[in-house]
């Protein structure tokens, strides 16, 4: 965390002088937020040596924060607490895991955020250990995963048909939670236009560099394709593009079309990700989300995208979440997945379909 200190101190020290200047509120604004999530998983059909196997697990996560307001400085610090009912680097003999499939320690208190943050205008910039300020998809970024840098962004919000233009920015470093000398730079754009009294859509694009991918966890190298000595063999620089439709009303209906490719590469290196859902729990007793994906085994760096199916790349999959909610704060989840390794290097797993199911409580602050 000492390394954080100087970044989150030059955010302040730029921000003071447009307290000054009068820009945004002088109000200060104290928040507690966050939120938690009880699971129960069951995998089925994983192929194995001796046989296809089955994998059964709770899992207990609490991630509060909190954050302060001071006009246009926002300070935040917040924690996750994990518990399971097994340390997922291990395996059921007690033996070091070859893959960890998880994006967290299944055991373990720490620190998770810990930032500094600037608005003046239509400017901002953020430094520390922040949540991703760019509008991935799971097929690229697993949210769970806070970058660790810094960001800047131009946003531009007006009324007519045109409702929001925004250049965004990022540098990070060390982002996984397991050990992680990798460094990211991007840039992403997205343009909202309203296309109907109460619809959006946006349309975005990114480019994302990952470098130093050497110093990842060799745990966490995963599907991406490895030389000899176990390193990723090839370079990964994505472009990203994505559709967004939103639309409110009776039926809340959201569509999410993302579209990528490694630019480092000819072939083996294209992801599509689509996600339906219809309803919204904010606003109504039940959701239900489709997500269909497939991506090939080096579209991406595997380490960094979403830990919810079973293998990170060079999969297809289908994936139902049925939402309903219990509260204002709360809901549970019914949620079911399919998932086949097209890309495996044991011609006979590329057609055996993978099964995860969950049962979820989720809780926000």
Known sequence: ??????????IVAVAHPLVAQGYGQQNKSFRFAGDSVMRYEWTREIPAPDGKVNEDRYFIQARPRIELDLG????????????SQDDNTLQPTGEPRLI???NFYSRKAAFDLYYG???????????????MPFALTEMIWDQDLRPFGGAAALVLEQGGSLTRFAVRGIYAL???????????FGGFAELAIETGQQSQLVLAGGYLDFRDLEGLDPRIRRQNTRDLAGFLRYDYRVVDLQARLVAAGQVPFALVVDYCWNTALSEGNKGLWAEVTMGQLASSRARLEYTYAKIDRDATVAAFNADDFYWGTGYQAHRVDLGGATSRSSSIHAIASWQRFKDSPIPEEQNEWVQRYRLEWRYVY
């Open 117 to 131: 943050k600037v608005k003046a205008g239509p400017v901002e910039a953020v430094g520390g250990r922040f949540l």
């Open 174 to 184: 060390e982002s996984h939670w397991f050990e992680d000398e990798s460094k990211l």
């Open 1 to 10: 965390m000492k390394r954080v200190l100087p970044l989150v101190a030059l």
């Open 100 to 102: 960890i499939r998880d």
């Open 72 to 83: 246009p400085i926002e300070l935040g610090v917040g924690g996750y607490f994990n518990y």
